[in-house]
């Protein structure tokens, strides 16, 4: 019988139970004592040592209990992903564990599924390729993985050292691998990791390979019953960064200008070595880099959130470049999945602007259309992306799809040739890596800024020529934290129970529940709003953290060369008063 079955989250009298058992099978004796410490002051054990008596049952501690044992972490847009610590509803090792076996237990009974990839595993097993990030039990979780595949009778293959996601994706089908796992929180706060799971093809699970795999997790008993090898994993060598570098290189063009000044921070990630490395292979010259931001560090030190998207996360970058005047700022987030680029702007205080990810996708999208799109070849991006880049399409005869949010759904469009979405996710090379890829589209906007540059233009230029041929297309999000997941679901509640008519004046001419599947969709916990003034509002909960996001789009035409800073001016007009009334709706 399965933990999970043992015990049931909403039966509290079997909290103390659950709670004991499960630090008796856990194999970390880190989060064993955290965890029967976290008991004991639930059931009154603990001394206070101020007062010198032994008390009552400590609220706080019963609360964090019955929240650590809420069920176990469930794979949501970017596989499993939570706070570090004891329990089921925590990463830890006992979870780890289990996920492994659950992921090897499908892989077993998925042995002829097109998925798998030309594995050379023993028979019956698999073939699992393990990457990690510098977070903290990273290592420690990456280990486990490979001691579970190999007790399962597989083939397990570490990376050698912390690295890019990208690179973690693009090993899966270099070496014919069944699945690939990655452990890694992305931009998470410091407390979190995660656990992200590719199959043969090269991308991230989707439905129904999810619950399938959530399915064998259940099944796993205890972690003392699922086997586990001590040692007969390989570890690779240089050779597989190598080959990633060489392919990835190759996204830019042989002969095009290279004569451009870079400015990198990889956000106390693992992108810094392998971002240069990159770079010097394409033939730039190497970034320079922000010093107190470059070696990995689990703790983030400098900055609240690691997260470029994050106000005030590019601070020190942006400082820096204030003081040796780069021609571009390109940013990683910590696992190098994802690329924001700064560029100068004397218009703003400071002299330097964060291009939003819509910007910089259609900027990336239009070098690519540019170089020319092989004919059946196509271009994606999510939902809650700009509608610009579908309007490009439109004009150039390129074929377009627009997808769930995340890139498990992106990069599985049929043929396509490049995919981005609004969170600085982008995936220039599908054929080297079907997973946003932070370095390869470093590169690719390194490229189209060098061109610009011998040109006497920049890429604010290229965003004004779109604008003013397909109309301003501007976009602004929001999010709304919160301490209880419950509360995404009162709000989301509220908006499907009392819709909206009209907002900030407008009309509301359109208004789509996302949980029936709407355009072709599959279904996911999502609302969108479409104005008469076409405004589009989607409001949907974070898949990786906690929080609900909206995500807003005006749209203005420009009637003459001459009208682009008053159309901006209007849609940014629009913007603000659209989100100050979607803020009250969805205000806890």
């Not at 819709?499 to 279904?523: C, F, K, N, R, Y």
């Amino acid at each position: 019988m399965s933990y999970t079955s043992r015990h049931a989250a909403d039966l509290p009298d079997d909290l103390l139970v659950a709670a004991r058992e499960w630090a008796a099978d856990d194999p970390d004796p880190v989060t064993r004592d955290e965890l029967l410490a976290i008991v004991a002051a639930a059931e009154g054990a603990v001394l206070r040592r101020d007062e010198g008596a032994t008390k009552g049952g400590d609220p706080a501690a019963v609360a964090d209990l019955a929240d650590r044992f809420t069920g176990l972490l469930q794979f949501g847009t970017a596989g499993l992903r939570g706070a570090l610590g004891a329990g089921p509803h925590r990463m830890n090792r006992a979870v780890v564990i289990r996920a492994a076996a659950g992921l090897v237990a499908h892989l077993q009974e998925a042995s002829d599924s097109p998925l798998r990839g030309d594995s050379v595993a023993p028979q019956d097993g698999a073939f699992v390729v393990i990457g990690r990030d510098a977070r903290h039990n990273s290592d420690a979780f990456a280990i486990d993985t490979a001691a579970v595949v190999t007790g399962a009778g597989g083939r397990a293959v570490l990376l050698p050292e912390p690295l890019p996601t990208p690179v973690l994706a693009f090993a899966i089908r270099h070496l014919g691998a069944d699945a690939g796992v990655m452990v890694t929180a992305s931009h998470n706060p410091p407390q979190d990791n995660g656990y992200k799971v590719y199959l043969g093809d090269g991308s991230q699970i989707v439905p129904p390979s999810d619950a399938q795999i959530a399915a064998q997790i259940d099944r796993v008993a205890s972690v003392a019953s699922v086997p586990r090898a001590e040692s007969g994993w390989e570890v690779l060598g240089d050779e597989l960064l190598e080959a990633y570098l060489d392919a990835v290189s190759g996204v830019v063009g042989l002969d095009t200008p290279r004569d451009l000044r870079v400015l990198h921070t990889s956000l106390h990630g693992v992108g810094d070595t392998t971002v240069r490395r990159a770079f010097e292979r394409a033939g730039f010259a190497a970034p320079e880099t922000v010093g107190s931001q470059a070696e990995p560090d689990p703790d983030f030190p400098t900055v609240t959130f690691p997260n470029p998207e994050e106000d005030g996360a590019l601070d020190a970058a942006l400082a820096a470049a204030r003081e040796s005047g780069p021609d571009l700022v390109i940013a990683n987030d910590p696992d190098a999945d994802r690329c924001a680029v700064a560029v100068p702007d004397p218009a703003v205080d400071g002299g330097w602007r964060l291009l939003r990810g819509d910007e910089l996708g259609v900027l990336l999208a239009s070098h690519l259309i540019m170089r020319g799109v092989p004919e059946g070849r196509r271009m994606a991006n999510s939902i809650v992306s700009s509608r610009l880049l579908a309007a490009m399409c439109r004009l150039s005869g390129v074929a377009h799809e627009e997808t769930l949010t995340g890139f498990k759904w992106i990069a599985r469009v049929d043929d396509l040739h490049y995919g981005y979405e609004e969170a600085l996710g982008y995936c220039v090379a599908p054929d080297l890596v079907r997973d946003k890829d932070g370095v390869s589209a470093a590169l690719l906007i390194a490229e189209l800024a060098a061109i610009l540059k011998a040109e006497g233009r920049t890429l604010l230029d290229v965003l004004d020529d779109l604008h003013r041929q397909l109309g301003v297309h501007a976009t602004d999000a929001f999010s709304v934290r919160v301490e209880d997941l419950a509360d995404i679901g009162q709000i989301m509640a509220r908006l499907r129970e009392t819709p909206p008519t009209e907002v900030a004046g407008s009309p509301v001419a359109s208004a789509e529940d996302l949980s029936a599947g709407a355009g072709g969709l599959p279904p996911t916990d999502g609302l969108r709003y479409l104005l008469d003034d076409d405004s589009r509002i989607i409001v949907r909960p974070s898949g990786t953290e906690p929080k609900l996001k909206v995500y807003l789009e005006a749209i203005e035409p420009v009637a003459s060369r001459d009208d682009l800073s008053v159309a901006r001016e209007r849609a940014a007009e629009r913007l603000s008063r659209v989100r100050a009334a979607m803020e009250s709706l969805t205000a806890l």
